[in-house]
């Protein structure tokens, strides 16, 4: 008998297209607000961090601006297998480029393999709510106009499932946490030219190869500032940003371990009994 042919796993991301949407975003010498922002959350975690740390590798594929924020890391892009060797590192960051990955527990897992025990793992990317309202004014628009759905905006991660991706790569005091930035901007025009410059176009595998119809377009532009006006100035619209930030450790004797179970001294009941009690 012979076996059932698998049908190909499809991909989320054309990565010639990524790549080529980031190349121009360089050429444009654009300067990421996301990217200051989660540099100076990274910073910030990392201060508040008892160590030095001396060998540091960042994973992005935006070489330029990170190799500024860590000085003497090696930098690597965000390639489906990462330029790491195993055990070489103290500090791996993934830098805003998880959201683009096939693949982001195996993306976890290599920079897991390439720290030391007891290496800090740290990743920035966008989370769910990020261009939600862009998301949904391209949805009535096109669904309006054109009469049917294209895939236009990258889906990302809510925090939850990210989270759940440190422990499954074998890293250990697991934490995940998010800010939310709002922007404003004159227009969708204006928004989509911000998208374009800091290399986060449309790369979707399964996007349409055509431009997207002008009426379409129109109508998505109306939708948004009738639905979505910036609260300080009705005459600009909003946008959303969420970053999700995940903190990792690679296991190691001397970090806290959990007690096992039934090894507590006093039963719970006799613990909440007695916090109940006047004092």
Same mark, same amino acid.
């Given at each position: 008998?012979?076996?059932?042919?698998?049908?190909?796993v499809?991909?989320l991301t054309d990565?010639?297209?990524?790549l080529?949407?980031?190349a121009?975003?360089g050429?444009?010498?654009?300067?990421?607000?996301?990217?200051r922002?989660a540099?100076?959350?990274?910073?910030?975690?990392l201060a508040?961090?008892?160590?030095?740390?001396?060998?540091?590798?960042?994973v992005?594929g935006h070489?330029?601006?990170?190799?500024?924020?860590?000085?003497g890391?090696?930098i690597?892009?965000?390639?489906?297998?990462l330029?790491?060797?195993?055990?070489?590192?103290?500090?791996?960051?993934?830098?805003?480029?998880?959201?683009?990955?096939?693949?982001?527990?195996?993306?976890?897992?290599?920079?897991?393999r390439?720290?030391r025990?007891d290496?800090?793992?740290?990743?920035a990317?966008?989370g769910?709510?990020s261009? *939600?309202? &862009? #998301?949904?004014?391209?949805? +009535?628009?096109?669904?309006?106009? %054109?009469g049917g759905?294209s895939?236009?905006?990258? @889906?990302m991660?809510?925090i939850?499932?990210?989270g759940?991706?440190?422990?499954?790569?074998?890293?250990?005091?697991?934490?995940a946490?998010q800010i939310?930035?709002?922007?404003?901007?004159?227009?969708l025009?204006?928004?989509?030219?911000?998208l374009?410059a800091?290399?986060?176009?449309?790369?979707?595998a *399964?996007r &349409? #190869?055509?431009?997207?119809? +002008?009426?379409v377009?129109?109508? %998505?532009?109306?939708?948004?500032a009738?639905?979505? @006006?910036?609260?300080?100035?009705?005459?600009?619209?909003?946008a959303?940003?969420?970053?999700?930030?995940?903190?990792?450790w690679?296991?190691?004797?001397?970090?806290?371990q959990?007690?096992?179970?039934?090894?507590?001294k006093?039963?719970?009941a006799?613990?909440l009994?007695?916090?109940?009690k006047p004092q």
């Amino acid at each position: 008998m012979m076996p059932a042919r698998q049908s190909p796993v499809s991909s989320l991301t054309d990565r010639d297209a990524l790549l080529r949407n980031r190349a121009r975003a360089g050429r444009i010498g654009h300067v990421d607000f996301l990217h200051r922002i989660a540099a100076d959350e990274i910073q910030d975690r990392l201060a508040e961090v008892n160590r030095t740390f001396t060998a540091a590798a960042v994973v992005t594929g935006h070489p330029d601006f990170w190799c500024a924020e860590f000085p003497g890391a090696r930098i690597t892009a965000d390639a489906p297998v990462l330029d790491l060797q195993p055990g070489a590192h103290d500090l791996v960051i993934h830098a805003m480029a998880l959201h683009w990955a096939d693949d982001p527990v195996g993306q976890i897992v290599q920079s897991a393999r390439a720290l030391r025990p007891d290496g800090l793992f740290i990743a920035a990317l966008p989370g769910g709510r990020s261009l *939600q309202e &862009l #998301r949904e004014v391209l949805t +009535r628009a096109e669904a309006e106009v %054109a009469g049917g759905l294209s895939p236009r905006v990258l @889906p990302m991660g809510e925090i939850r499932d990210l989270g759940a991706l440190l422990p499954r790569a074998g890293l250990a005091l697991p934490v995940a946490d998010q800010i939310t930035q709002a922007a404003s901007y004159r227009s969708l025009f204006h928004l989509a030219q911000d998208l374009r410059a800091m290399g986060e176009g449309n790369a979707l595998a *399964q996007r &349409l #190869r055509r431009p997207t119809r +002008r009426d379409v377009l129109a109508r %998505a532009g109306q939708i948004y500032a009738e639905s979505h @006006p910036d609260p300080h100035d009705p005459q600009r619209i909003r946008a959303t940003y969420e970053l999700v930030f995940l903190t990792g450790w690679a296991p190691d004797a001397s970090q806290q371990q959990p007690l096992k179970p039934g090894s507590a001294k006093v039963p719970l009941a006799e613990a909440l009994a007695s916090l109940r009690k006047p004092q």
